[in-house]
């Protein structure tokens, strides 16, 4: 377990190494706009040259990403080059905003997603035809579409909940309920949709194979055999899913947030990209990419534990 934990880390961080690189190397490409973004219109060929030398973009790319490697890997990601605002000061900042709506989208998801999928497959009737029909309108239905109508119904009409704006749980644990809950349900749709078909799928083929019917044999409770046996096999290839659906979500982020006006991750890639801000982009996409890659870690190593022959690939 412990070597198959090292190589899943390796690959972790290889997948980190070549993602910043690659996005350093095609940010470069656009460093002379950005640099007479920053000195405005009255900026000349010579005043750019000379500011891109004092900040020393002059080198060679890969010595400039090196370099920024060096400094990343001891905590330190620079300053924006816009606001001289410390990247992971604020990136972390935006970035609680973010998992605070994502991570509770995953786990309703995840909790709703297995209960209707274990119901589905193993009463079937008006349960599985509603499952597969939850499934059908989250497949169909877009997350922008989704969130305009839940903010017209609940926002607009029932005055229900706020449409735009965000409040830290510190803070005002009601009002942040309240702010996030429209982001979070337009978050989840899809994902239960995607994960109650897998769950559904994965249990049928579990309750069809030739141990199920000994264990029945036996004695079994039909909970028992639910439970215990058939949802641990089914297990395995939902948690892939699952952890694919965080990375949705974390992607689906950036037009929710831009969308509520949330202070989060999202909003602030967009804004940096816009700019060309390129410490905020590089920071961004560090952080993103080892919370992928953090998040698949887990998943492969509950994997490897639920199934110790995936732990052999």
Same mark, same amino acid.
Request: charged share 15%; glycine share 8%.
């Given at each position: 377990?412990?070597?198959? %934990? @090292? ?16 996005? #350093? ?11 007479? %973004?920053?000195?405005?219109? *009255?900026?000349?060929?010579? !005043? ?8 020393? @973009? ?6 400039? #990403? *090196? ?6 890997? &001891? /905590?330190?990601?620079?300053?924006? #080059? ?10 972390? !900042? ?34 599985? $035809?509603?499952?597969? *029909? ?19 119904? @609940? ?9 735009? /704006? ?8 009601? &009002?942040?309920?309240?702010?996030? !809950?429209?982001?979070? @349900? ?7 949709? %995607? ?12 309750? $069809?194979?030739?141990?199920? $019917? ?13 439970? &215990?046996?058939?949802?641990? =096999? *089914?297990?395995?290839?939902?948690? !892939? ?23 989060? #991750? ?40 639920? =199934?110790?022959?995936? &732990?052999?690939?």
């Amino acid at each position: 377990m412990i070597l198959y %934990s @090292l190589r899943r880390l390796g690959a972790g961080l290889v997948l980190a190494f070549l993602v910043t690189m690659i996005t #350093y190397l095609l940010l470069s490409l656009t460093i002379d706009d950005v640099v007479a %973004s920053l000195l405005g219109p *009255a900026a000349n060929p010579e !005043t750019i040259d000379a500011r891109k030398a004092a900040m020393g @973009l002059d080198r060679p790319v890969l010595v400039q #990403y *090196a370099d920024w490697l060096a400094h990343a890997v &001891r /905590g330190d990601f620079g300053v924006s #080059y816009f606001t001289s605002e410390p990247v992971e000061s604020a990136v972390t !900042t935006r970035l609680s905003v973010t998992l605070s709506i994502v991570v509770v989208a995953l786990f309703l998801t995840a909790v709703i997603s297995v209960v209707l999928g274990v119901l589905a497959a193993s009463r079937g009737g008006a349960i599985d $035809r509603g499952a597969q *029909a939850l499934s059908m309108v989250g497949f169909l239905v877009p997350n922008l579409l989704l969130a305009i109508i839940l903010v017209y119904v @609940l926002s607009i009409r029932l005055h229900w909940l706020p449409a735009t /704006g965000f409040s830290h749980f510190s803070e005002n644990p009601g &009002r942040w309920a309240a702010t996030i !809950t429209i982001p979070v @349900l337009a978050l989840m749709v899809a994902g239960i949709a %995607s994960l109650t078909a897998q769950v559904r799928g994965a249990m049928i083929d579990e309750l $069809r194979k030739d141990y199920i $019917r000994t264990l029945r044999t036996r004695g079994l409770s039909t909970r028992s055999i639910v439970l &215990r046996h058939a949802l641990r =096999n *089914a297990a395995g290839p939902a948690l !892939t899913v699952l952890s694919l659906e965080f990375i949705t979500m974390v992607g689906g982020a950036l037009i929710i947030e831009n969308i509520f006006a949330l202070p989060g #991750y999202g909003s602030y890639a967009f804004s940096a990209s816009l700019q060309g801000d390129v410490p905020i982009i590089m920071g961004i996409t560090a952080f993103a990419v080892l919370l992928v890659v953090g998040v698949n870690l887990v998943v492969d190593l509950l994997n490897g534990w639920l =199934n110790p022959k995936a &732990r052999v690939h």
